[in-house]
């Protein structure tokens, strides 16, 4: 059984581990699949966004969790905007554009309210306060039941957690990418804000299969050898190393929930099993301290 943590001051309870549905594909019976068996093994917690396959993603998240609406936790995100037929996509946080966009990701996960609303990304220069304006609108009117941003920028997260009754925040976070830890969790567990990891397995790095992920180019401020390294040490000492990444994220008590992605069945109940299977010592948790690199934010503080 999962257990269920509540997201920030609301009165929504998310599993622990959600799904991540970007990575779900095109094939809707292949995605359903998918959606269907986290459902079955105890997650609540499904995580898309306007932009996925530009709405294909929500409406077929929608269709298939349409049964089970009042059971579960649905988020979506807002702020990337596109256009069918065209190429890319712009970034608009405008008042207008998220109360017009809202309309068009309810209409596809065909449902009348947004359990979670986030802002999908989000620069210093934006207009905050009339970002905000209009998720608390939403609010008033029903239409979303609760609101929060999936950002990294600590200069962002901070304007929000100042002015706003954000819920969440989404940010990647992993034993590879320990960034939030500089100062973003602490702010965030002390304002009752919670934190929605994504990345916590660092693009497959952190599973038994890393040796398949490396490359050249490293990751992030890890070079290849150093990566190899230290991902050596952490396989000598943990049989699961998906399990310890996942573990790794809940530590910290302004986290809410992992929402590693899945293309497959078999990932989804990998991430469950790993997840269920074994614990994460206070010792084991401090030993991967000291051998993973405690990166900060060069840019955006």
């Known amino acids: 059984m999962l257990n269920k943590n509540r997201l920030g001051n609301s009165d929504l309870y998310v599993s622990e581990i959600g799904l991540g549905c970007m990575s779900l594909g095109t094939v809707e019976s292949t995605a359903t699949d998918i959606v269907k068996r986290a459902l079955d093994l105890g997650i609540n917690y499904f995580d898309t966004a306007d932009l996925y396959d530009k709405g294909l993603n929500e409406q077929i998240v929608g269709k298939a969790l349409k049964q089970q609406r009042s059971e579960i936790i649905l988020a979506t995100k807002v702020g990337n905007r596109w256009e069918d037929g065209k190429e890319g996509w712009t970034w608009d946080p405008s008042k207008a554009y998220i109360k017009n966009a809202v309309k068009n990701s309810?209409?596809?996960?065909?449902?009348?309210?947004?359990?979670?609303?986030?802002?999908?990304?989000?620069?210093?220069?934006?207009?905050?306060?009339?970002?905000?304006?209009?998720?608390?609108?939403?609010?008033?009117?029903?239409?979303?039941?609760f609101y929060g941003i999936s950002s990294i920028r600590p200069n962002v997260?901070?304007?929000?957690?100042?002015?706003?009754?954000?819920?969440?925040?989404?940010?990647?976070?992993?034993?590879?990418?320990?960034?939030p830890e500089d100062v973003v969790l602490d702010l965030l567990k002390d304002n009752n804000i919670s934190v929605i990891a994504r990345g916590p397995v660092a693009k497959g790095?952190?599973?038994?299969?890393?040796?398949?992920?490396?490359?050249?180019k490293g990751y992030l401020d890890y070079s290849n050898e150093e990566l190899?390294?230290?991902?050596?040490?952490?396989?000598?000492?943990?049989?699961?190393?998906?399990s310890i990444a996942l573990h790794y994220c809940l530590k910290h008590p302004a986290v809410a929930s992992v929402i590693p992605g899945a293309s497959s069945i078999q990932q989804v109940e990998?991430?469950?099993?790993?997840?269920?299977?074994?614990?994460?010592?206070?010792?084991?948790?401090?030993?991967?301290?000291?051998?993973?690199?405690?990166?900060t934010y060069n840019e955006h503080n």
Do not use: P
């Not at 304006?133 to 039941?145: P, T």
């Not at 790095?205 to 050249?216: E, P, S």
């Open 228 to 242: 190899r390294k230290l991902l050596d040490q952490l396989a000598t000492k943990f049989t699961d190393l998906n």
């Open 270 to 295: 990998e991430n469950i099993k790993s997840l269920t299977s074994n614990t994460l010592s206070n010792s084991e948790y401090e030993w991967i301290q000291n051998i993973a690199k405690a990166s």
């Open 157 to 179: 997260i901070k304007e929000y957690v100042k002015k706003s009754t954000i819920n969440s925040v989404m940010m990647q976070y992993s034993i590879l990418d320990r960034r």
């Open 106 to 145: 309810l209409h596809r996960l065909q449902t009348d309210y947004i359990d979670l609303y986030q802002l999908h990304g989000g620069t210093i220069e934006d207009h905050i306060d009339e970002t905000i304006e209009a998720f608390e609108e939403l609010k008033q009117e029903g239409v979303i039941r």
């Open 205 to 216: 790095l952190l599973t038994n299969v890393y040796r398949d992920k490396l490359n050249a």
